[in-house]
């Protein structure tokens, strides 16, 4: 296998990382989950904060994705 310019090194870096992400909106969601099991509020009263975190990460991955294309060589 020939690695130019560490290109290679690079894009598998890149995966590395991507592999990864899916875990914020995860961890993101079972904070909020037991924050609301330690106030005893229901899933239907943190609905909207499911729904803030979900929005959020799309918005993150929206953005990576972009300045991964934009900065492809």
Do not use: D
Not at 27 to 52: D, E, P, R, T
Request: include cysteine.
């Amino acid at each position: 296998m020939r690695i130019e310019n560490g290109n290679h090194y690079r894009n598998f870096e890149v995966l590395k990382m991507v592999k990864l992400l899916f875990l914020v909106p995860l961890l993101m969601c079972a904070i909020w989950y037991l924050y609301l099991q330690q106030n005893n509020w229901s899933l239907a009263q943190g609905k909207k904060g499911f729904i803030y975190i979900i929005a959020f990460n799309l918005v993150i991955a929206l953005v990576l994705t972009l300045l991964l294309f934009a900065t492809r060589q």
